[in-house]
T-cell receptor, first 117, second 111 residues
Framework: GAVVSQHPSRVICKSGTSVKIECRSL??????MFWYRQFPKKSLMLMAT?????????EQGVEKDKFLINHASLTLSTLTVTSAHPEDSSFYIC?????????????FGEGSWLTVV | QKEVEQDPGPLSVPEGAIVSLNCTYS??????FMWYRQYSRKGPELLMY????GNKEDGRFTAQVDKSSKYISLFIRDSQPSDSATYLC???????????FGKGTTLSVSS
């Protein structure tokens, strides 16, 4: 089956620094990639949707200058948390779609735990 | 009213029990319905999907959709401790541009 790889799985960074999380579709070309954030015992909150070669579409309330998303190729999207603060500590999950959002066309990465100290 | 509603639980059952997980949705235009399972500290994995009313069965799992009531269910038969996880229903939005997730129901199956 399709695999989405996310790296790093865990990262600890100092407050004020930036951290980059990568999301790769390993065996298919992802027309669209999604970035979610999940707080403990909460559901997934969609942060942004990115299509290869175009600017990401951010959900309301998500700071685009703080959460930079780059979708440079059909197999790679990156999320950079800039000037991270402790409140940015969370579980970040990407997903990739290889077609229309129907049935089994969306695959999730394993997630990245970010801790800002 | 939120687009997708799901009781977060938690739900605790003994091994072997039948589990019923449910979601309601507000937009009758929604066509596809998915159930994801998420183990602690892991990404969600697709469990089942369906796009029509009625039942779809896969092993111990049955997904049920009632479009007239805008109600979807996931049944787990002969539940096992390994089924302990959070179950999320998900529906593509009307534009087909993103998934809308329920809050997730945390299930614990005790042996």
């Amino acid at each position: 089956g399709a695999v989405v790889s996310q790296h790093p799985s865990r990262v600890i960074c100092k407050s004020g620094t930036s951290v980059k999380i990568e999301c790769r579709s390993l065996d298919f070309q992802a027309t669209t990639m999604f970035w979610y954030r999940q707080f403990p015992k909460k559901s997934l909150m969609l942060m942004a949707t990115s299509n290869e070669g175009s600017k990401a579409t951010y959900e309301q309330g998500v700071e685009k200058d703080k959460f930079l998303i780059n979708h440079a190729s059909l197999t790679l999207s990156t999320l950079t948390v800039t000037s991270a603060h402790p409140e940015d500590s969370s579980f970040y999950i990407c997903s990739a779609s290889r077609g229309s959002l129907s049935g089994n066309t969306i695959y999730f990465g394993e997630g990245s735990w970010l801790t800002v100290v | 009213q939120k687009e997708v509603e799901q009781d977060p639980g938690p739900l605790s059952v003994p091994e072997g029990a039948i589990v019923s997980l449910n979601c309601t949705y507000s937009n009758s235009a929604f066509q596809y319905f998915m159930w994801y399972r998420q183990y602690s500290r892991k990404g969600p994995e697709l469990l089942m999907y369906t796009y029509s009313s009625g039942n779809k069965e896969d092993g111990r799992f049955t997904a049920q959709v009632d479009k007239s009531s805008k109600y979807i269910s996931l049944f787990i038969r002969d539940s096992q401790p390994s089924d302990s996880a959070t179950y999320l229903c998900a529906i593509p939005n009307q534009a087909g541009t993103a998934l809308i997730f329920g809050k997730g129901t945390t299930l614990s199956v005790s042996s």
